[in-house]
């Protein structure tokens, strides 16, 4: 009986060539049903590119991936009555060919939807230019002059190969300007993240991904780049991956010097319980900056057996920077005038260690990630107050110290289940020290100031997902323990907050055709505040405005839900919705002397509205567009300096087109545009904006050098300006800066595939197996 009961199984063999019938060993092969594309098994092919599954009856199709040659799929094949079928040599090249089996392109499309996010293939997008000028160019991807970044309208976290960046703004855009596009094999935008991501956010997840050298032997790239508004600025770097028998060896050196201006004229009104003005003043701010940054990055994998790899990684980075800048303060009484002269060197210092296993041919994966990161932030000012009425002046200097370690422990699990179903989960564990010092010298006086920080966050997650021929879903909880401590040495500021948080998401697809689909996500996060907005601490902007951070500051609490429908995988038209709880805000509060402090505070709550519409198509062979219009509304409530504020706000409108049109095979322009209109943002009313960015970029020695010239902001038509409601202080802030300038950009790629694999062994195994739990 046992024998009879056994289903007789039949067979599907085949194996894989290049476009000179050389045989490509390793690659990932992928068993799929036909009837909901769900994954029987996978498996990889040997050394001479050959496979085969032993399968039930039924129909089925072939996935074939190999970095460098696109992604291949076999006609549908059926088996019966336990019979045995060849597919035979399934050829696949770098050019776009039409085979008798399979359609082969070895570009990957520009935009690939997922259920819970998009995926952006850069294919040489950028020419070398940093990656935060490519930004602007991704599907509703905002950047502003200022370095701003938005996706949807949201504020965004910004992962880097898969793990969460944990840098100030200012030194995560200082990152971000020193790393090349050219290093980018894609970027995923995740608008609403599930609970496998670190809950921390409200916002979005912009995941940028290294390349990583699939093909055996040397290949690389290197760019060069200048600029000119202004001042002057440069870029430039290498980028080499080489791939052995049992390693991957990547470096990357980048390097991006910027000097511009930033002028700011601050307008202060002082006002009564009731409304009515007390004293004014006035500060116009004039100064000259200089960036440079130098990242190198450096990564190997090991592939200890077939299925295990070991990579480790190394990515020391240094950033130096300087201002000058003269600021004249009126407050109609008297004037004076403040020189400051800052220098500050940062020093950014990570490593990881990551251990990836494939349990089995059906997918199942366990990765575990251990990291560290350093970054040391040392800021030196010399400053000079001067009374324009006396002539007195008052030389005082100041050295601000900030350090931040994080230990961090992560392990994820995969395991597919039957009929397209899958199960994830995973835990991670981290601990940050912050130590921030501020010692303050003038004649007669020396101040010592230091805010030690510490937070241990540990977390679980499941999530259970389906991926079906009409309806997905994916059902996923976490939960999240807090333990964080705080104290001012000199001073009474001590704090401890210990706390569990759950975070549910889900996530529902549904293809009523081929053409049209419906998702909705909701999700639970939270944003904890960042390390300088606890620290109290103070930081100069002149002699009478200064930033600190609050240490009474508690996260903020989001309620997220996102509705979409999607037309033939390019029009997107959206309905989101947020309710956050001790809603972030930025005061500014009056201090003596007329000296005003600007602060982050909470708000009782608040609420975000928008209606979105996003296009992303390559409308003809020869034009490629990706636009997006965000009609918003932000409304909040909260009290502040012992004064009750509260806005319903205003719809605001912006609107981002990015459109490239090939002239010829080689030849191509661009044009970017983007508009944001007036919009209240809690206690700020932000002035309207717009900005035009032009380029033009060639293709040359077959298409492995381009040059790319980009003239950005060319009316010069960006302002940013806003008002600032804080009770009892009434603010107008304009600053300008340098955005108006041309850049050129050069990338050449070289190098090529070894040929000879007929002699590889399983430690060449294709390290995108990963790509199985991708979703």
Known sequence: MLVNAQQKLGKITGNVVDEKFVELPFAQILLKRNADSSVVKAILADDKGKFSFE???????????????????????????????????????????????????ATLPFVERRADKLIVNL?????????????????????????????????????????????????????????????????????????????AGNGAIINIIRKRNYKAGLNGNVYVGGGKGTFGKANGGLNLNY????????????????????????????????????????????????????TPNLGMDFYLSKRTTLSASVKPGFQTFGRNSTAIID???A???????????????????????????????????????????????????????????????????????????????????AKGHQLEMGMKTSY????????????????????????????????????????????????????????????????????????????????????????????KRVERPGYENLNPLVRIISSNNLQQGNPALKPLVAYNADLWYGYK????????????????????????????????????????????????????????????????RRSFKGEFNGALLESDGIASFSATSYNSFSLSKNFSVMFLFNYRGKSVDRTITNRAFTYVTAGIRQQFLNKRASIQLNAMDIFKSYRNEYSQNSGSLQQLWRNQFETRMVKLNFSYNFGGTVKNTKKSNGAEEERQRSALSEN
Not at 88 to 96: C, D, L, N, W, Y
Not at 473 to 494: A, D, F, S, V
Not at 599 to 622: E, S
């Open 569 to 632: 995988n390019a029009f997107f038209f959206g309905l989101t919705y947020s309710h956050s709880i001790d809603d972030f805000t930025s005061i500014s509060v009056p201090l003596a002397d007329g000296i005003i402090s600007t602060l982050p505070g909470n708000a009782d709550y608040g609420d975000y509205f928008t209606l979105q519409a996003m296009y992303g198509k390559q409308v003809l062979p020869w034009w490629y567009t990706s636009s997006n219009a965000i009609l918003s």
């Open 123 to 199: 294919n040489g997008l950028g020419s070398g230019a940093p990656i935060m000028e490519v930004m602007n160019q991704l599907p509703g991807v905002s950047v502003t002059p200022d370095d701003r970044i938005s996706l949807n309208g949201k504020s965004v976290q910004i992962y880097i190969d898969g793990k969460a960046t944990t840098l100030s703004s200012e030194a995560l855009a200082g990152m971000l300007k020193g790393i090349s596009s050219s290093a980018i094999q894609k970027v995923e935008l995740i608008a609403q993240p599930s609970a496998k991501y670190d809950a």
């Open 243 to 294: 791939k052995g028998k049992v390693y991957n060896l990547l470096l990357n050196l980048d390097y991006n010097y910027n000097k511009y201006f930033y002028d700011s004229y601050i307008a202060s009104a002082f006002l009564n319980a009731k409304g009515i003005g007390l004293s004014q003043s006035t500060t116009a701010i004039k100064s000259t900056r200089t960036n440079a940054n130098y």
């Open 432 to 523: 940050v020290s912050a130590i921030n010092s501020n010692l303050y010298r003038d004649f007669g006086r020396q101040q010592t100031d230091l805010f030690d920080y510490k937070e241990s966050i540990s977390a679980l997650y499941l999530t259970y997902a389906h991926t079906g021929e009409k309806f997905s879903y994916q059902l996923g909880i976490r939960g999240e323990y807090t333990n964080g401590q705080g104290e001012q040495e000199i001073g009474t500021n001590r704090f401890t907050r210990s706390y569990f948080q759950p975070f549910p998401s889900v996530h529902l697809d549904y293809k009523f055709t081929k053409n049209h689909s419906l998702s909705l996500g909701m999700n």
């Open 335 to 417: 004037q004076s005038q403040f020189i400051n002269l800052v220098n500050i060197r940062a020093t950014n210092f990570s490593s990881g260690l990551r251990l990836q296993h494939q349990i089995d041919s059906l997918g199942r994966d366990l990765t575990i990630d251990l990291d560290y990161l350093r970054y040391g932030n040392y800021n030196d000012q010399d400053n000079l107050t001067i009374n324009l009425n006396s002539s007195s002046a008052l030389p005082s200097v100041v050295e601000q110290n900030r350090v931040f370690d994080v230990y961090s422990f992560k392990m994820d699990y995969t395991h597919p289940l």
């Open 55 to 105: 399968i039930p009856d039924g129909k089925y199709f072939i996935e074939l991936r190999m970095m460098g040659y696109g992604t291949v799929y076999s006609r549908v094949f059926d088996i019966a009555n336990a019979q045995t079928q060849s597919l035979g040599a399934i050829q696949i090249s770098p050019t776009v060919t039409q085979l008798a089996v399979v359609n082969v392109s």
């Open 331 to 333: 407050n109609v009484v």
